[in-house]
Structures are given as C-alpha cells and as structure tokens.
T-cell receptor, first 114, second 112 residues
Framework: KAGVTQTPRYLIKTRGQQVTLSCSPI?????VSWYQQTPGQGLQFLFE???????NKGNFPGRFSGRQFSNSRSEMNVSTLELGDSALYLC?????????????FGSGTRLTVV | AQSVTQPDIHITVSEGASLELRCNYS??????LFWYVQSPGQGLQLLLK??????LVQGIKGFEAEFKRSQSSFNLRKPSVHWSDAAEYFC??????????FGKGTSLLVTP
C-alpha cells in the first residue's frame, strides 16, 4: 500500500509569507504527527492529530498551526515566515493513537525561507 | 520529563566490522522505544521497536537492539556493517498518548 505522501517536496518562500504543507497518511491510519527537523535542533515535535482532533502540541509559536480532515489527510500552516523556519518538515502516521506500532514517516517537505 | 540521549554524534566503522549505537532514556515508566534510520534528503525509516516482552528485538536490515531496564538503555547493534548502512540513526521514546521524543541522532560513516 502507498506510504505517507507529503507535498510539495521543496518550497522556497520569502520572509513574511505564509505556507501550507500537506500530508496524506497511509490508508487506514488515523494519527498524523508533524515534526520540524533542523541541523541545530534536531527533530522537534509540532503537533499530532487523531480523528480530526489535535491531541498533542509541541512548544512552537502560534504561527504554526495544523488541521486534519475527515479522510485523515492533514495540513500544517506557517504564517509570517521567518528565516529560522527553514527546515525539513516531516509528517508521520500511525495505525492507532498510542504509537506502539511506531510511526511511518513521509519523505518530508524542504522549506527554505529567504 | 522524557529525554533521550545518544552520546555519540559521529561514529566511523570499517565495512564488515560490528556496530553498536548507544541510546539512553529518562522516563518514569517503560516507554515505547524505537530506532529509525535516515538517509540524506529522505524521511525516517523504522528499523525496530520495543514496548514489552523479549528484551532483544530483531529489526530490518540485520539490526537488533536490546532493552536494558536497569541501565535505561536501548542500544542498536549490527554484527557486520555494509557500506549502505551509512546514514543518520535516531533513537526515539514514546508512550501512550504522548508524542515521540527523538534523540539528536548518530551519524554513521562506513569506511572501506
């Protein structure tokens, strides 16, 4: 079956703009998590959605938001982009909400803010 | 609070040699434990996971890991490393209802 699909793969934006990233989880997976990966900070948790409800949230400013649709697809939005938002954004899905089965990651969206 | 420590930022091994990557965690109860691998420009691939039962876990690509409760460790091992194993390796800790917490990663270089 198809894996986790993230679009777009690459994105270049200007400071102050906003951006929306998309994630389609594995069919049947109801949990979707988002992570930001940078060389300095490593993998940092943004938020998790389960059955359209945000269940967990990391320590990021309100400029970072997300949502999940009834088909489990998820989007994350970053408003008023800053240079420091340049990162690889990874989406991960899980078959159940407790994470015991592990998470399947997408290939990520590489965001560059100039 | 949960924390995950991977003490080695970089490790270099010769092809065919054995490998052990260290992971220590801090958590009040036995968490779910994972090892992921990431090749350049790619997402993370799950190598193996542990949440209960046998403390020696077998994964894909010939990797195994051993959970040691007394040492709060979950070290990853491979008996014989191949050049294609060169990548970044991440240990992660999770628990029911909580997000995965990742270590900083260990970069593996394999020399001929």
């Amino acid at each position: 079956k198809a894996g986790v699909t993230q679009t777009p793969r690459y994105l270049i934006k200007t400071r102050g703009q906003q951006v929306t990233l998309s994630c389609s989880p594995i069919s049947g997976h109801r949990s979707v998590s988002w992570y930001q990966q940078t060389p300095g900070q490593g993998l940092q948790f943004l938020f998790e959605y389960f059955s359209e409800t945000q269940r967990n949230k990391g320590n990021f400013p309100g400029r970072f938001s997300g949502r999940q649709f009834s088909n489990s697809r998820s989007e994350m939005n970053v408003s008023t982009l800053e240079l420091g938002d340049s990162a690889l954004y990874l989406c991960a899905s899980s078959s159940e909400g407790q994470g015991r089965n592990g998470y399947t990651f997408g290939s990520g969206t590489r965001l560059t803010v100039v | 609070a949960q924390s995950v420590t991977q003490p080695d930022i970089h490790i270099t091994v010769s092809e065919g040699a054995s490998l052990e990557l260290r992971c220590n965690y801090s958590y009040g109860a036995t968490p779910y434990l994972f090892w992921y691998v990431q090749s350049p420009g790619q997402g993370l691939q799950l190598l193996l996971k542990y949440f209960s039962g046998d403390t020696l876990v077998q994964g894909i690509k010939g990797f195994e890991a051993e959970f040691k409760r007394s040492q709060s460790s979950f070290n990853l091992r491979k008996p014989s490393v191949h050049w294609s194993d060169a990548a970044e390796y991440f240990c992660a800790v999770g628990h029911s209802g909580y997000a995965l917490n990742f270590g900083k990663g260990t970069s593996l270089l394999v020399t001929p």
